[in-house]
């Protein structure tokens, strides 16, 4: 859901010092104007504080229709992934039938047992549409010793470039998502959802 093709613009993010280390979000009078990049993607800022509690500290990712910050929840203390819409009217129009879907999911899998992303809330920020999910910690099977150990979420493009290059993943890895994707496919299945784009990108792999 997060890992659409394309990569992040150069410029997409503004180095620590461009910020004003503060609670209030006083931002640099250069930067006050100047949010969005020419394509309406949010120049993020580490260390900003989005929506006066998810203060950034790294990025994810970036794909067609928005970038991904990876963002601690001062109220909650726990660590969030937040999607930013791009700030554009056909954007915003996608960001709000992914959320129209995502409550679908959310509301009949309330329990989180069929690994469906979870979306935790919504909120808007310098006119972009913001969607704040659970952050994903990832358990690794190594392809040949089979062992176990953690990493931080990727897609599984990603995991198979980095871990099963030439090898391939451990079959217990595989049989893992395996279970897990069909089992997301049967909740959609039961929500008359049918996902159009199933490919590495867009599976992040958990165990």
């Known amino acids: 859901m997060f890992a659409d093709d394309g990569d992040l613009p150069q410029d997409g993010i503004v180095a620590d010092e461009a910020v004003v280390q503060s609670q209030g979000q006083q931002v640099n009078d250069t930067l006050r104007d100047n949010w969005d990049d020419a394509e309406g993607y949010y120049r993020v800022r580490i260390g900003e504080?989005?929506?006066g509690r998810y203060r950034v500290f790294g990025y994810t990712g970036a794909g067609v229709f928005g970038n991904v910050v990876r963002c601690t929840d001062q109220k909650r203390n726990d660590v969030v992934a937040i999607k930013?819409?791009?700030?554009?009217e056909i954007m915003r129009k996608t960001g709000l039938r992914e959320l129209e879907v995502l409550r679908k999911l959310n509301e009949a899998d309330r329990e989180d047992r069929f690994h469906c992303l979870q979306l935790y809330r919504t909120f808007n920020h310098h006119n972009h549409l913001c969607l704040c999910f659970e952050n994903l910690r990832v358990f690794v099977i190594a392809p040949v010793s089979g062992f176990i150990f953690e990493n931080c979420s990727m897609n599984l493009r990603e995991l198979l470039?980095?871990?099963?290059n030439n090898v391939g993943l451990h079959m217990k890895a595989v049989r893992s998502y395996a279970h897990q994707l069909l089992m997301a496919l049967r909740l959609l299945k039961k929500c008359g959802l049918v996902h159009a784009d199933i490919k590495p990108d867009n599976i992040l792999v958990s165990c």
Do not use: A, H, Q, T
């Open 49 to 51: 504080v989005l929506d």
């Open 84 to 88: 930013i819409i791009r700030n554009n």
């Open 161 to 164: 470039k980095k871990y099963g």
